[in-house]
């Protein structure tokens, strides 16, 4: 078997609109190509011994032991690739169960499609399940040895890339509410929300937590000289920074016992609490001024307790959890080594802060604590006693947190709340030593023996004892208060042709508003006025950066066929799609083979609409409006025609549609008609003569005003909206070079050269055609070109792409030039590969009257070309011979209460 290619999937896709971590792996099966399964001999057998837990996959006999029973009846090898890498996954402690397999139109080549957790986890997951299935074909087995590095390595992937505990606990209650979330680039740092509603969080600290807030808690001996004047209780202590300063601090804080601890550490690094003589102190000493990065050391009063972890969120306690120190209990049989080993056994405790509580280490505090007891590690311990392991109760050096927020203290309740003020943080986590926390710290002996900026959420979360405490909920609360938005508007279009346009003159429409748009399109990602990033941006990762952008208020998101196959969608949903239509264009590229296919690509845009928004089809073309039967928002049509059936019945249940009738661009709601424009009052229109441009405004009129957008915004937009350079580069920019027209269009399959010729079809002059199209498309549909060609153009000049896209040199204009001679043997026409001489040549060659019109590969170069001839800055330079477009008769009865 051979892997040819392995993709990612990130969101709504092709396969999936709910399931969007998908990998998608073309699988050649080569010689396996014909054998199913139950031919192949003892792979049944050897599959079953490497992984017995597949018993637990239903597959589609839906019940216990049926994908095994598909692989002893006998089932495609890609099939038992699919559900073995599902499997890997889950014995790593990854849960995925979701998978597709279908061969494609190559005999023998499989997409082989199943869900993952972490990306790099499921990329290796693909592999190592070829891998796995080729050993059981040829050896009858797969090497435990192997099988166990595998589920080892997916594990490492896994741990790598988890969030962190506190982290994972925002996001999750950030997806409970419907707030999307993102990881950024730096830092670490999460994204909630889109645009100018996101907030960014790095563990704990969010972009509401203040600078100062910060400083002061990392400063310890300047928190506690801010609380000691505020008269919050405080251990007595003072800083140091050499060792022969060490006995006048003990003198200072009053003797022993004291603690020694780095001025700016954490997790409990270099603190050595209950200590009761000079050697100690001195060691103690070392340990702390290594672990603090200025070396300097804290010398205060030791106070015994309990210590507690106290959680303010916004000014309020949230939960409180005591820390107990790592320890073993004594059973009167096994030494302390052993106790330790046993209590790691948990599943529960793991390296790092991925898990709910952290391995026991033994270190040179755990073996100072044992030697001042007089144990060693092979010491057994008599059954019942406690024997501790760290001097300070951190869960990450192996500690337990039991909830205790039921328990505190109203005093200590506002004592910490005041704290958290005092201090200035969002997020803040006190220490506090008592003895009972349910009785007020000034009656106990109490202190606050730190406060933290970023506070760890594990304890809370997962107590080892007591109620789980949902602290992200307050998090959450206030970063998006109750009626606070996280979404932008997100209005998304597809298609096979139009979609630039289209966007551009939807994200036009919005900026009427007043509103920041960001867009993107096949020449560039922009916001506002400004672009952004120049070049073919219409996948998801240009949607990316515009729903990642904190100015960014209403986001317009081209998005074409491919970002949806390689990668799906860029956000989990959407206020509108918008689908233009669907042709024979990029077919057998990325195992789209049929019309058919395509159209399933492009309907996963109004799938993932959200219920509340809107999927704008288009009811002129049938495969578009089937898409109705799979959207779960609402629908609204646009047409061309106004008797268009599907239409009329939508409108007369109340449906919103937009349509041109009565040479009017209108928006139809149920019986009533609001006129926005007469077509020949909008510039793209090129006087109502363009019907696809025409198609392409109704669309975007129609998502702009199901969002709330005002009629007299959409016809400012329209009125000021030109089919030129500076708006729609490449989409039907007319040039008058004086004694004849030049028209430049982006046209590149069939639907596009037949839109652009519904126009040319008019002109009253010869009409010149410099064609081509990109090199990978089929053979047919270079024919299919030539043919529409020649029904166009009087003169043709063929051309070639200067990226031939793997087809030999001269291939694909050969297939155009049959085309042309199929439809037109008398036509005349020429063959110039090179576009720029092909371009000149059309140029040079025009009769007074002509129009030239270019269809080039780069619409950047072929621009400069004819701005080198210096075009009359013309608005109106259509000549007035040129008819424009039929207009209905009469208004259908269903929209007859015009307004």
């Known amino acids: 078997m051979k892997i040819l290619k392995i993709q990612t999937l990130r969101g709504p896709n092709y396969w999936s609109i709910r399931r969007h971590k998908l990998i998608v792996m073309r699988l050649d099966l080569e010689n396996l190509a014909d054998k199913p399964t139950n031919q192949i001999p003892g792979f049944y057998q050897g599959l079953v011994e490497t992984l017995p837990s597949l018993v637990e996959h239903h597959c589609s006999p839906g019940c216990r032991g049926g994908f095994l029973s598909r692989v002893q009846t006998g089932t495609m090898m890609g099939h038992a690739i699919e559900h073995v890498a599902l499997e890997l996954q889950q014995l790593a402690g990854m849960r995925a169960d979701f998978g597709r397999t279908r061969e494609t139109s190559t005999p023998g080549v499989y997409q082989v499609v199943f869900e993952y957790l972490e990306e790099q986890a499921g990329r290796y997951a693909a592999r190592a399940a070829v891998r796995l299935c080729q050993s059981i074909v040829d050896t009858g087995r797969y090497p435990q040895s192997e099988l166990e590095q595998d589920i080892k390595d997916l594990k490492d992937l896994w741990a790598e890339a988890a969030l962190g505990p506190s982290t994972e606990t925002i996001v999750k209650e950030a997806e409970a509410r419907g707030i999307p979330w993102l990881q950024l680039p730096a830092r670490a740092m999460i994204q909630l929300g889109y645009g100018i509603y996101s907030k960014r969080v790095q563990a704990t600290l969010t972009d509401c937590t203040g600078i100062l807030g910060v400083e002061l808690a990392c400063d310890k001996e300047g928190t506690k000289t801010m609380l000691r004047t505020a008269g919050v209780p405080v251990p007595r202590g003072t800083v140091i920074r050499y060792l022969d300063e060490l006995d006048e601090a003990i003198e200072e804080v009053g003797g022993f016992p004291i603690v020694i601890k780095p001025l700016d550490g954490n997790h409990g690094r270099g603190i050595t609490i209950s200590i009761t003589s000079k050697e100690q102190a001195e060691e103690a000493y070392d340990a702390a001024s290594a672990a603090s990065k200025t070396h300097s050391v804290i010398v205060e009063r030791y106070y015994t307790g309990r210590d507690h972890r106290v959680l303010v969120v916004n000014g309020k306690l949230v939960a409180v959890a005591e820390r107990v120190p790592a320890h073993v209990v004594g059973n009167g049989v096994s030494t302390i080594e052993e106790l330790i080993a046993e209590t790691n056994r948990d599943p529960n405790r793991g390296v790092g802060h991925a898990n709910i509580l952290t391995r026991i280490e033994v270190d040179r505090t755990s073996l100072q604590l044992l030697e001042n007891k007089g144990y060693t590690l092979k010491t057994v311990l008599p059954k019942g006693e406690v024997c501790y392991l760290r001097a300070t109760a951190n869960l990450s050096t192996g500690g337990i947190a039991i909830d205790r927020t039921d328990e505190i203290h109203p005093e200590n309740i506002w004592l910490a709340q005041r704290v958290a003020k005092i201090i200035g ?110 070049g073919d941006n219409t996948g998801p990762q240009s949607a990316g950066l515009i729903l990642r952008d904190p100015t960014v208020e209403v986001a317009v998101l081209e998005t074409a066929r491919g970002g949806i196959l390689r990668s799906g969608l860029a956000f989990d949903t959407c206020n509108v799609g918008v689908v233009l239509n669907v042709s024979a264009d990029h077919l057998g590229i990325g195992d789209i083979d049929t019309i058919e296919q395509m159209a399933a690509v492009k309907s996963v845009l109004a799938e993932a609409v959200m219920p509340t928004g809107y999927a ?270 039929p207009v209905p008769d009469s208004v259908p009865s269903s929209v007859s209460n015009a307004v």
């Open 616 to 885: 704008v089809l288009n009811a002129d073309d049938p495969l578009v409006a089937a898409m109705a039967k799979k959207v779960k928002a609402l629908v609204a049509y646009f047409s061309m025609n106004p008797d268009n059936p599907l239409l009329r019945e939508h409108t007369r249940k109340g449906g919103l549609a937009a349509v041109y009738e009565n040479g009017y661009l209108s928006i139809l709601k149920g019986d009533w008609t609001l006129r926005i424009e007469q077509a020949v009052n909008v510039p793209l229109t090129l006087e109502g003569r363009a019907p696809f441009q025409i198609a392409n405004a109704l669309a975007a009129c129609l998502a702009a005003y199901s969002q709330g957008v005002s009629i007299d915004d959409i016809r400012a937009a329209l009125d000021s909206f030109t089919a030129s350079v500076s708006q729609t580069p490449g989409r039907m920019n007319l040039f008058n070079l004086g004694t004849f027209h030049v028209l430049l269009d982006y046209a590149h399959n069939a639907a596009s050269y037949e839109a652009v010729g519904s126009f040319v079809r008019n002109w009253p002059g010869e009409r010149i055609g410099v064609v081509g199209g990109p090199g990978d498309r089929r053979d047919e549909d270079f024919v299919a070109l030539g043919k529409l060609s020649a029904e166009i153009f009087d003169r043709i000049i063929v051309k070639e792409d200067y990226d031939n896209r793997g087809r030999a040199r001269g291939d694909a204009a050969k297939f155009i030039c049959e085309g042309i001679a199929l439809a037109k043997p008398e036509s005349r026409y020429e063959v110039i590969l090179d576009e720029t001489l092909a371009i000149n040549t059309a140029l040079d060659g025009s009769a007074p009257g002509s129009l030239v019109v270019i269809l080039p590969e780069t619409v950047s170069g072929a621009l400069r070309l004819i701005e080198a001839r210096n075009p009359i800055p013309d608005k109106n330079s259509l000549p007035s011979v040129a008819p424009a477009l």
């Open 425 to 534: 943080l969002d997020i803040c986590g006190m220490d506090v030593v008592t003895p009972d926390i349910s009785r007020p710290l000034r009656e106990v002996g109490g202190v606050i023996v730190e406060v933290n900026a970023a506070p760890g959420f594990r304890m809370h979360v997962c107590p080892s004892q007591g109620l789980p405490r949902n602290v992200a909920a307050p998090v959450i609360d206030m970063l998006f208060p109750p009626g606070t938005p996280s979404r932008v508007p997100i209005l998304a279009v597809t298609g096979t042709n139009g979609k630039t346009t289209t966007t551009r003159l939807l994200a036009h429409i919005y900026k009427q508003t007043g509103r920041t748009v960001g867009y993107t399109t096949t020449d560039g990602i922009y916001i506002g006025d400004y672009l952004v990033e120049k």
